[in-house]
T-cell receptor, first 112, second 120 residues
Framework: GDSVTQMEGPVTLSEEAFLTINCTYTATGYPSLFWYVQYPGEGLQLLLKATKADDKGSNKGFEATYRKETTSFHLEKGSVQVSDSAVYFCALLIQGAQKLVFGQGTRLTINP | DAGVIQSPRHEVTEMGQEVTLRCKPI?????LFWYRQTMMRGLELLIYFNNNVPIDDSGMPEDRFSAKMPNASFSTLKIQPSEPRDSAVYFC??????????????????FGEGSRLTVL
């Protein structure tokens, strides 16, 4: 079945460090890929997306590139801030389907 | 603009009691989703509706759980009777639709702030 696997957390970094959160997927069709972020005490919100191979999604300094050959969609940021502390979810949507498949989430903590 | 509104934000109840969680989706959105989040199982889709009609309830854990959407602006998730293992944060999310007129996947769900349920 369709699934998403994220790197296990928690991840703890110092401010201004480089961030990578790995995400790989298994899908029977041609999915669109997403990163959602959940700040403490809040619901999830869309961070960025890519709808086809080689697309790069970007937002708030975060980037992720849709790599079909490695079935990956890794999230990166060059210089993290304390305010980036949150739980990050990778997700996929199969063409024609109507529900997102979420990964298990990766908790990120940034220390000043 | 008001987002997805859930109530109550926190509920503490005793085992065996009935629990009703409420959700008001964003006006104009035609899809509504109920999720459950726990440390052990992560984020689980329980049920979703399109145009007020339940489409997929395969994630509902058992008959103790039921969900309704009597109109486009209101949905409930009911647990009767509740058990300690139902303790979780329950999220409601709505979507204007998965596809733009050009056929592009939007994939965007708009989540409420969640209802934290504790069953003692």
């Amino acid at each position: 079945g369709d699934s998403v696997t994220q790197m296990e957390g928690p991840v703890t970094l110092s401010e201004e460090a480089f961030l990578t959160i790995n995400c790989t997927y298994t899908a029977t069709g041609y999915p669109s890929l997403f990163w959602y972020v959940q700040y403490p005490g809040e619901g999830l919100q869309l961070l960025l997306k890519a709808t086809k191979a080689d697309d790069k999604g970007s937002n708030k300094g975060f980037e992720a590139t849709y790599r079909k050959e490695t079935t990956s969609f890794h999230l990166e940021k060059g210089s993290v801030q304390v305010s980036d502390s949150a739980v990050y979810f990778c997700a996929l949507l199969i063409q024609g389907a109507q529900k997102l498949v979420f990964g298990q989430g990766t908790r990120l903590t940034i220390n000043p | 603009d008001a987002g997805v509104i859930q109530s109550p934000r926190h509920e503490v109840t005793e085992m065996g009691q009935e629990v009703t969680l409420r959700c008001k989706p964003i006006s104009g959105h035609n899809s509504l989703f109920w999720y459950r989040q726990t440390m052990m199982r992560g984020l689980e889709l329980l049920i979703y509706f399109n145009n007020n009609v339940p489409i997929d309830d395969s994630g509902m854990p058992e008959d103790r759980f039921s969900a309704k959407m009597p109109n486009a602006s209101f949905s409930t998730l009911k647990i009767q009777p509740s058990e300690p293992r139902d303790s979780a944060v329950y999220f409601c999310a709505s979507s204007p639709g998965w596809f733009t007129l050009a056929g592009e996947n939007t994939g965007e769900l708009f989540f409420g702030e969640g209802s934290r349920l504790t069953v003692l």
